[in-house]
Nanobody, 119 residues
């Protein structure tokens, strides 16, 4: 059974940093492009970062470009996200997902980890 488990969320001040991690199991991780999506309070899911199977190609939404970095370790079946220069509008539940987009009906997502940016 496919399983994605996110960790690393928390409360951080504006301008701060966090590192999120996602442990994957139950499928061939190295063969799957992966992504991060998030859901701000009261809003729908939004994609913001994706990575190719080997990690050589990454994609970012304009809202996070230059501040967030997606990476993966295929040997450990983990997907990471480095968040820097955090803003209040980054407050959301963060999910790792299968697929480069992560929002397709066939994509799987974990249960999420909460990131709250507040002073």
């Amino acid at each position: 059974e496919l399983h994605l488990l996110e960790s690393g969320g928390g409360l951080v001040q504006p301008g701060g940093s966090l590192r999120l991690s996602c442990a994957a199991s139950g499928f061939t991780f190295r063969d799957s492009s992966m992504s991060w999506v998030r859901q701000p309070p009261g809003k729908g899911l939004e994609w913001f970062a994706g990575i190719s199977t080997k990690g050589g190609i990454t994609y970012y939404a304009d809202s996070v470009k230059g501040r967030f970095t997606i990476s993966r370790d295929n040997a450990k079946s983990t997907l990471d996200l480095q968040l820097t220069s955090l803003k209040a509008e980054d407050t959301a539940m963060y999910y790792c997902a299968t697929g480069i987009n992560g929002l397709e009906p066939h994509n799987s997502r974990g249960q999420g980890t909460q990131v709250t940016v507040s002073s």
